[in-house]
């Protein structure tokens, strides 16, 4: 495994631009990993430890649904924001539905 010094070492090829980018699209995924499991983390926390028949079974099954939808959003997340004709679409789309 390389040490933190050596990966510096290596450098970024890129401009600021493509580092905020980088920067943008790894921050946007951990953020969606979290909404994603934190829920089905705060479940399995809480079934051995809270009172038994608090949660309905509708709602303990949405955080496992949740964690599951986890692997659709971080690639299309990190498709969205590093490809540059998703993101010039996405921006035309909202600014045609843009209320004035």
Not at 6 to 33: D, E, K
Not at 80 to 90: A, P, T
């Amino acid at each position: 495994m390389l040490s933190l010094s050596q990966v510096r070492s290596v450098g970024f090829s890129g401009n600021s631009s493509q580092r905020a980018a980088v920067l943008v699209m790894v921050i946007t995924m951990v953020v969606c990993y979290l909404i994603c499991w934190l829920p089905c983390g705060a479940l399995v926390c809480h079934e051995p430890l809270g009172p038994p028949d608090l949660l309905t079974p509708e709602a303990s099954i949405t955080p496992s649904l949740l964690a599951k939808f986890s692997t659709v959003i971080n690639p299309c997340s990190s498709y969205i924001f590093m490809n540059k004709r998703v993101k010039c679409s996405l921006s035309i789309c909202y600014s045609l539905v843009s209320v004035d």
